[in-house]
């Protein structure tokens, strides 16, 4: 283990050298979205790294160092140099667990699903971190055991909540700026590198991303952040600075992307979701609205 690494980039690449770590890089977030015939390292070209289970962590890293460094320029003193530590950490450990559990859509774990997973992490510490000692295993285990499922209320679990609602929200953005891409006729070129061989392959691929970012708008990220707000100013900041991004996101929305979530097509489906994700997307779009009237523009 290499000593000039922090601590959370020893905590991702020790777990990525087991054998957990490498059947975490062949699985895909937002699965349910991705055609069956599209390899998980297209649907990562396509979207980025964060749409790979095992890469998602790290790149968590660097949002939550981005997080901290905004938060800092802000208020010198929100984040002390242990705590930023914490949660680099936390970022780094935090979704270890889904080799074992699978990857849950947020806004559908239980909180059996959550207890599950904590006791996953706890009973394969060894397995996972194997060599991590010293200073790296207690921030290990201080951000398992109190950040990553913590209480939100809490100043850390409720930052490293954050700092996931805001890769959220980044996901959208990768997925309607592809979403405009594909929406034109590609380039040999681009074709290529993407892994898309004809019309409709594209068309399957457009449809994939407009369900993925109306399930981001619809799942109440958005409301959280503009709650998340209040207490990091950066967020705001953030918020009002992407404004166009998520008006014309939330814009492209219709009722009718919603249709597939139905039992026997969406895989994730529960009763009566179609009408549920409208809802909930319509409550979203007015608190959004709301918002911007009420917050001024930061300059």
């Given at each position: 283990m290499n000593k000039n690494q922090d601590e959370s980039e020893q905590v991702y690449g020790v777990f990525s050298s087991t054998i957990y770590g490498k059947r975490l890089a062949e699985r895909a977030r937002y699965d349910r979205f991705r055609p069956e015939w599209y390899p998980v390292k297209s649907w990562e070209r396509l979207l980025g790294p964060d749409v790979n289970n095992l890469h998602h962590m790290r790149?968590?890293?660097?949002?939550?160092?981005?997080?901290?460094?905004?938060?800092?320029?802000?208020?010198?003193?929100?984040?002390?140099?242990?705590?930023?530590?914490?949660?680099?950490?936390?970022?780094?450990?935090?979704?270890?667990?889904?080799?074992?559990?699978?990857d849950v859509p947020y806004g559908r774990k239980s909180t059996d699903q959550r207890t599950w997973e904590i006791e996953v992490l706890k009973t394969y510490e060894s397995s996972f971190t194997p060599r991590l000692s010293g200073p790296a295993r207690t921030l290990y285990r201080i951000g398992?055991?109190?950040?990553?499922?913590?209480?939100?209320?809490?100043?850390?679990?409720?930052?490293?909540?954050?700092i996931e609602l805001l890769g959220f929200m980044q996901n959208a953005f990768d997925a309607h700026r592809r979403l405009d891409q594909l929406s034109t006729r590609l380039d040999p070129r681009?074709?290529?590198?993407?892994?898309?061989?004809?019309?409709?392959?594209?068309?399957?691929?457009?449809?994939?991303?407009?369900?993925?970012?109306a399930e981001i708008m619809s799942s109440g990220v958005l409301g959280l952040l503009i709650a998340s707000s209040e207490r990091f100013p950066s967020v705001r900041i953030l918020l009002r600075r992407h404004q166009h991004?998520?008006?014309?996101?939330?814009?492209?929305?219709?009722?009718?992307?919603?249709?597939?979530?139905?039992?026997?097509?969406?895989?994730?489906?529960?009763?009566?979701?179609?009408?549920?994700?409208?809802?909930?997307?319509?409550?979203?779009?007015?608190?959004?609205?709301?918002?911007?009237?009420?917050?001024?523009?930061?300059?």
């Open positions: 790149r968590t890293i660097k949002v939550a160092r981005l997080f901290v460094k905004r938060e800092n320029a802000l208020n010198a003193k929100q984040f002390s140099h242990r705590e930023a530590r914490l949660l680099y950490v936390t970022a780094a450990l935090h979704d270890q667990a889904e080799v074992i559990v699978g398992r055991d109190r950040i990553a499922f913590g209480d939100q209320s809490e100043k850390l679990a409720g930052a490293f909540k954050t681009s074709a290529t590198y993407l892994g898309i061989t004809n019309k409709s392959e594209q068309q399957q691929l457009a449809t994939a991303l407009s369900r993925m970012v991004q998520i008006s014309e996101s939330m814009a492209t929305i219709t009722d009718d992307v919603f249709a597939w979530n139905v039992r026997g097509t969406d895989p994730g489906a529960a009763e009566n979701d179609v009408d549920t994700h409208i809802l909930h997307f319509n409550q979203q779009h007015a608190l959004w609205q709301d918002w911007l009237v009420g917050v001024p523009p930061h300059k």
